[in-house]
Nanobody, 119 residues
Framework: VQLVESGGGLVQPGGSLRLSCAASGFTFSSYYMNWFRQAPGKEREFVAG????????YYADSMLGRFTISRDNAKNTLYLQMNSLKPEDTAVYYC?????????????WGQGTQVTVSS
């Protein structure tokens, strides 16, 4: 099983990034998928989740309206479009597969990709 994130980097405040997570080794379409993040010195927190078919999405309040989660089951890939980025969005972003929605019952984790928002 592999979850490989990409697309992180350095971006100025107000900018945008699109993260991707390529999945392999399991039936991607059978799992809810999620994004989490962990800032230095803080606990890992839920960012967004999406159901198996992609028709329902869930967001942490602070990301609502700025971040969009999506998936392409034909490509076994999860995405996170991040707009209006703020310095407090700086963190390592992880994708994760779960049995249920809302960021619970995580079964697989990626290795993370660094996002730094700074001028």
């Amino acid at each position: 099983v592999q979850l490989v994130e990409s697309g992180g980097g350095l971006v100025q405040p107000g900018g945008s990034l699109r993260l991707s997570c390529a999945a392999s080794g399991f039936t991607f379409s059978s799992y809810y998928m999620n994004w989490f993040r962990q800032a230095p010195g803080k606990e890992r927190e839920f960012v967004a989740g999406i159901n198996r078919g992609g028709g329902s999405t869930y967001y942490a309040d602070s990301m609502l309206g700025r971040f969009t989660i999506s998936r392409d089951n034909a490509k076994n890939t999860l995405y996170l479009q991040m707009n209006s980025l703020k310095p407090e969005d700086t963190a390592v972003y992880y994708c994760a597969a779960s049995y249920t929605g809302g960021g619970r019952n995580i079964v697989y984790w990626g290795q993370g990709t660094q996002v730094t928002v700074s001028s």
